[in-house]
């Protein structure tokens, strides 16, 4: 099938059949990801990254090569005339000369959907700002269905779901699948209104706790977001707030296995740690089916 | 129009645009977000605190020599949802209507997000999109709620 989106600017844009037919073709192609050269000869993918993020310039760049394509890169942001006021509008159309498809991350929120209205080809957000990280998001549903499903889901969702943007895009991308959603923070981090709204209007089963301990037994699986220090004024309120909702062997004692979700970079507020590293088949698959067909 | 109508309490105008039904106290704020600061040559009469049956207290403008522009009906829309506007030719009225919220503002407001794309100095408008309550920035989904007012920037 092809993707109801020539752009991945949002999670929020995505459709359960879009959702289900990345999930489904990653699934394919996890089982070897070697074995798909043939499917994308010669297929260019532009990286335009505005700030620097190895792991996700690393997946994206093995995804292509793996479907038999290759990069173009924009390199450093201080090395190209971007450091010489180019506009991020005037960039991406530069690299939509060389390239099929362009991954775009940027520090500025928005700045992804801004970039989408001046390209034909179809553009990928790799994060913007606190704004939206669809891959990431993607590849968060592809391990939350391979442990614990996704229609009938109880899901947990703790830590900082203020300035967590993985946090906002997969609330969002779950409002398609019938999945009860716990979101478990300090007041100060609890989610942003925005997010809230979007949850209220798609008729989400949503419930707000300031503590995991009264949701826990009730879980299918948890997913936890890093509660960052520089969010705090002082040390000491960071370490008050993190110690709080660590989630670590004594915190899920007498629990049966809960499949823990965590994104990295990690810090040490779980022990317990089940992450699959399947970032790349995800990748791939949102590429082949981006560049499938005609376009 | 019988004698005690309130329109009646300001001086007819020959050409222009009468704004009536703004919630009442918020007149100058109106005339703030049209720009009209009183530097201009346009005349500008001001009602406030009019008895109404609709409002209880309502504020009415009329400005002299100048018909609003669909950008400024849309920033009207948005603080004064109320008002009616009525566009005057040769002291009569030619035009009379209800303002309409807009789906989606472009070009008028600023967003209150520094972070925001369109605040990065790109060739891209704030656009936003008008919800029940507010609005919101097309790009970074920001939520723009009581204080539209102070982001205008027509
Ligand atoms: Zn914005």
């Known amino acids: 099938m092809r993707m109801r989106q020539d752009h991945i600017t949002s999670a929020k844009a995505l459709s359960r059949g879009d959702i289900e037919a990345v999930l489904d073709r990653a699934a394919e192609f996890a089982g070897d990801p070697t074995a798909h050269a043939d499917r994308r000869p010669g297929a260019l993918l532009g990286l335009a990254f505005f700030e620097p993020s190895t792991r996700t310039r690393m997946s994206f760049a093995a995804a292509i090569k793996r479907l038999g394509g290759d990069i173009v890169d924009m390199g450093p942001v201080e090395a190209s005339s971007v450091s010489k006021g180019e506009s991020l509008a005037d960039t991406v159309r530069v690299i939509e000369g060389y390239a099929d498809a362009v991954v775009l991350r940027h520090p500025s929120e928005g700045a992804a959907t801004m970039a989408s209205e001046f390209v034909d ?27 614990a499903g996704l229609d009938g889901l109880t899901l947990g969702i ?20 019938e999945v009860e959603q716990h979101f478990i923070s300090p007041e100060t981090l609890a ?78 507020e779980i022990q317990y740690f089940k992450q699959a590293h399947n970032g790349v088949p995800v990748r791939m698959a949102l590429l082949d089916l981006l560049l499938e067909g005609d376009r | 129009m019988t004698a005690d109508d309130p329109e009646l309490r300001v001086s007819k105008i020959e050409s222009g645009t009468v704004i009536d039904h703004i919630p009442g106290g918020l007149a100058l704020t109106v005339l703030g977000v049209l720009g009209i600061d009183g530097e201009g040559d346009a005349t ?7 008895p109404s049956d609709r409002l209880g207290r309502k504020d009415i403008l009329k400005v002299e020599g100048h018909e609003l522009s669909q950008s400024e009906l849309d920033v009207l829309s948005l603080i004064a949802p109320e008002a009616t506007v009525n566009i005057i030719r040769g002291y009569e009225v030619a035009e009379k209507f209800r303002v309409e919220r807009p789906t989606e503002v472009v070009g008028v407001l600023a967003c209150p997000n520094p972070n925001c ?32 007012t102070d982001h205008v920037q027509v």
């Open chain 1, 121 to 147: 080809v179809p553009l990928i957000n790799a994060g913007d700002g606190a704004g939206q990280h669809p891959t990431q998001t993607l590849l968060d549903l592809y391990t939350i269905r391979a442990a």
């Open chain 2, 44 to 50: 500008v009469s001001v009602g406030m605190n009019v």
């Open chain 1, 191 to 268: 989610l942003p209104e925005s997010v809230r709204y979007d949850l209220d209007a798609a008729g989400a089963a949503v419930e707000e706790h300031t503590s995991l301990e009264p949701v826990l037994g009730e879980l299918d699986a948890l997913y936890v977001t890093r509660i960052q220090q520089e969010r705090f004024p002082d040390e000491s309120e960071y370490r008050a707030v993190a110690g709080e909702y660590r989630i670590d062997a004594e915190t899920l004692a007498g629990i049966d296995e809960l499949p823990v979700l965590h994104p990295l970079p990690r810090i040490d």
């Open chain 2, 117 to 148: 794309i369109t605040n990065a100095g790109e060739p891209a408008e704030a656009r936003f999109t008008v919800l029940d309550a507010g609005v919101r920035c097309t790009y970074c989904e920001t939520i723009l709620r009581e204080d539209i």
């Open chain 1, 158 to 177: 703790v830590g900082d779901l203020k300035y967590g943007r993985t946090v906002h895009s997969l609330a969002h991308a779950l409002t398609n699948f």
